[in-house]
């Protein structure tokens, strides 16, 4: 028996297909502790779960910046140091941003 009870899942993904069989790995099984024998006959059930899809469209801004601060940056300083200035007022100027970058690198 959990001490503290269910915990919740939420999972969010923009391309994953079947949305159904997805949610219900997520979700998993919880074991049925109402039958006597439940620790020596572990029966288990499908968790409820909900399935929450917006069906509208989506309208994107995408720009690719490279700030000058790091293209004239010293030979032996880090990228990531001329990097962090910008990157913190373009965090805070928009509702959401993604950064993507090539290789894991050492910050």
């Given at each position: ?18 949305m ?25 059930y ?17 720009r690719?910046?490279y700030?000058?601060?790091s293209?004239e940056?010293?030979?032996n300083?880090?990228?990531?140091d ?8 373009k ?17």
């Amino acid at each position: 028996m959990p001490l503290a009870g269910e915990f919740q899942r939420l999972a969010l993904s923009a391309t994953v297909k079947p949305m159904q069989i997805v949610a219900e790995f997520i979700a998993g099984y919880s074991l049925d502790t109402t039958k006597p024998d439940y620790v020596a006959n572990p029966q288990y059930y499908p968790r409820t779960m909900g399935l929450i899809e917006s069906d509208q469209d989506k309208v994107y801004q995408v720009r690719i910046r490279y700030p000058t601060e790091s293209a004239e940056r010293a030979a032996n300083e880090k990228i990531w140091d001329s990097l962090v200035e910008y990157f913190c007022k373009k965090i805070d100027a928009n509702r959401s941003t993604l950064f993507f970058y090539q290789q894991p690198c050492s910050v």
